[in-house]
């Protein structure tokens, strides 16, 4: 199990969950940020400090975001498992299912 960045990230990339995982695996690509489903511990710091509520436990993402489950998973198709989000700065890519998604506005605060 592990938690899911779904569609309110698009575009966003606030990054406060960054700074609360304790185990580093939350991933920048380039157009949002994607958790390590093997490097998650599970914790649940992330959920809380997400400003738009786009992260989930993998059992409660709301159907309508259900794919970004795989979305987070395929994105480590090439990577692996680097051991670490802070050694590798922000990836030029996104999940195909991201990649092709029009500019996502977001509300300003």
Not at 65 to 74: L, P, Q, S
Request: charged content about 30%; hydrophobic content about 35%.
């Amino acid at each position: 199990m592990t938690y899911v960045i779904a569609q309110p990230c698009v575009d966003l990339k606030d990054r406060a969950c960054v700074d609360e995982c304790p185990v580093d695996c939350i991933y920048e690509g380039k157009r949002m940020l994607y958790i390590h489903p093997d490097e998650c511990v599970d914790c649940g710091a992330c959920e809380p400090v997400c400003p738009v509520e786009a992260i989930y436990y993998e059992d409660d993402v709301p159907g309508e975001w259900k794919e970004y489950y795989d979305a987070n998973v395929h994105f480590f198709d090439e990577l692996g498992s680097p051991g670490g989000a802070a050694k590798m700065g922000v990836i030029e890519q996104d999940a195909a299912m991201v990649a092709a998604l029009p500019p996502q506005e977001h509300d300003e605060h």
